[in-house]
């Protein structure tokens, strides 16, 4: 099973504590994307969360780039195979309408021949293997063929599918139809993700698609901590759960104390997080929106450290 990147939160602190928690759980994880804007590539802070010494576990780590200029994509990817990493991932998933909109992650769907452009220039300059990740398209489900019609042309290591539209963000719901009508064009070994949430999912997503290679599990592994562990094992983990929720979570907000300096963004990092692991918890919405409606760090803390107890 593979990690899904979610930026901000499947980070390398996000990692190490998970790994430490739950070892084994996740074979690899593909880190929250390297911007090819926003600043100059050669800034090592940039590209902080993949560097080897913060990476140094049993989960490999996938790093990902988002952007769409083919020189500025091989540079970043030289760095990274110098680095000892043998794989990049290219996204073509984002959502975010500011990304779209430039013809980055998910606005890159509509346009094929731009996306094939692109690999004509990338593809014979890798030292390294290169994954894509993809959604069923921005504004259309039938963007997907042509693009996997593209992606049939090049040696891929693996096609990662999120069955919603770019426009959908993460509303609606997936639409499996067109996943199970495109999954026997694609080539290349294809990966699952999305709304896997509990080993029924996985287990509903494995029967239907025997073809899939592997799942990516996003916001699932926040709302259940040990479901990759239950979706291993086939087992719920009824017993084991509650009280290795309430450690992981622990665990999480420590590492944050420990590593971010400002008060002020230790506490927005905690209500980041805490938005997705309360519903990990046998608490109510309304206990766990008391948390986000505190402003001071010692009040944030308390209250997490009562309902993790």
């Given at each position: 099973?593979?990690?899904?990147?979610?930026?901000?939160?499947?980070?390398?602190?996000?990692?190490?504590?998970?790994?430490?928690?739950?070892?084994?759980?996740?074979?690899?994880?593909?880190?929250?994307?390297?911007?090819?804007?926003?600043?100059?590539?050669?800034?090592?802070?940039?590209?902080?969360?993949?560097?080897?010494?913060?990476?140094?576990?049993?989960?490999?780590?996938?790093?990902?780039i988002l952007g769409k200029e083919p020189d500025e994509f091989v540079q970043v990817a030289?760095?990274?195979?110098?680095?000892?990493?043998?794989?990049?991932?290219?996204?073509?998933?984002?959502?975010?309408?500011?990304?779209?909109?430039?013809?980055?992650?998910?606005?890159?769907?509509?346009?094929?021949?731009?996306?094939?452009?692109?690999?004509?220039?990338?593809?014979?300059?890798?030292?390294?293997?290169?994954?894509?990740?993809?959604?069923?398209?921005?504004?259309?489900?039938?963007?997907?063929?042509?693009?996997?019609?593209?992606?049939?042309?090049?040696?891929?290591?693996?096609?990662?599918?999120?069955?919603?539209?770019?426009?959908?963000?993460?509303?609606?719901?997936?639409?499996?139809?067109?996943?199970?009508?495109?999954?026997?064009?694609?080539?290349?070994?294809?990966?699952?993700?999305?709304?896997?949430?509990?080993?029924?999912?996985?287990?509903?997503i494995r029967t239907k698609y025997p073809q899939v290679a592997d799942l990516m599990i996003?916001?699932?592994?926040?709302?259940?901590?040990?479901?990759?562990?239950?979706?291993?094992?086939?087992?719920?983990?009824?017993?084991?759960?509650?009280?290795?929720?309430?450690?992981?979570?622990?665990?999480?907000?420590?590492?944050?104390?420990?590593?971010?300096?400002?008060?002020?963004?230790?506490?927005?990092?905690?209500?980041?997080?805490?938005?997705?692991?309360?519903?990990?918890?046998?608490?109510?919405?309304?206990?766990?929106?008391?948390?986000?409606?505190?402003?001071?760090?010692?009040?944030?803390?308390?209250?997490?450290?009562?309902?993790?107890?």
């Open positions: 099973m593979i990690l899904a990147p979610m930026q901000g939160l499947t980070e390398v602190l996000m990692r190490r504590v998970y790994e430490e928690c739950f070892p084994g759980a996740f074979q690899t994880a593909v880190a929250p994307f390297i911007s090819l804007t926003h600043g100059p590539l050669n800034n090592l802070t940039k590209m902080a969360d993949v560097m080897p010494d913060n990476n140094r576990g049993a989960m490999s780590v996938v790093p990902q030289e760095r990274l195979s110098e680095w000892g990493y043998r794989e990049v991932n290219w996204n073509m998933g984002c959502p975010m309408r500011m990304v779209a909109a430039k013809h980055r992650g998910s606005g890159l769907l509509p346009y094929p021949d731009e996306v094939r452009a692109i690999l004509d220039r990338v593809v014979p300059r890798l030292s390294m293997a290169l994954s894509v990740k993809v959604r069923l398209g921005l504004k259309s489900s039938d963007e997907i063929f042509k693009i996997v019609e593209v992606l049939n042309d090049y040696p891929i290591q693996s096609v990662t599918i999120h069955p919603r539209l770019g426009r959908q963000q993460y509303t609606g719901v997936p639409d499996m139809d067109t996943f199970g009508q495109v999954l026997p064009l694609v080539k290349h070994p294809v990966v699952y993700n999305g709304d896997i949430c509990t080993r029924n999912d996985a287990i509903r996003g916001r699932g592994v926040f709302y259940r901590p040990t479901l990759p562990l239950e979706i291993a094992s086939n087992s719920n983990a009824a017993e084991s759960y509650p009280p290795a929720a309430r450690h992981f979570i622990g665990r999480l907000m420590e590492e944050i104390d420990r590593c971010i300096p400002s008060e002020e963004s230790r506490i927005r990092k905690k209500k980041e997080y805490w938005c997705l692991l309360w519903k990990s918890l046998p608490i109510s919405e309304i206990q766990a929106r008391g948390v986000l409606r505190e402003r001071n760090l010692q009040a944030v803390d308390n209250l997490i450290a009562k309902y993790t107890q």
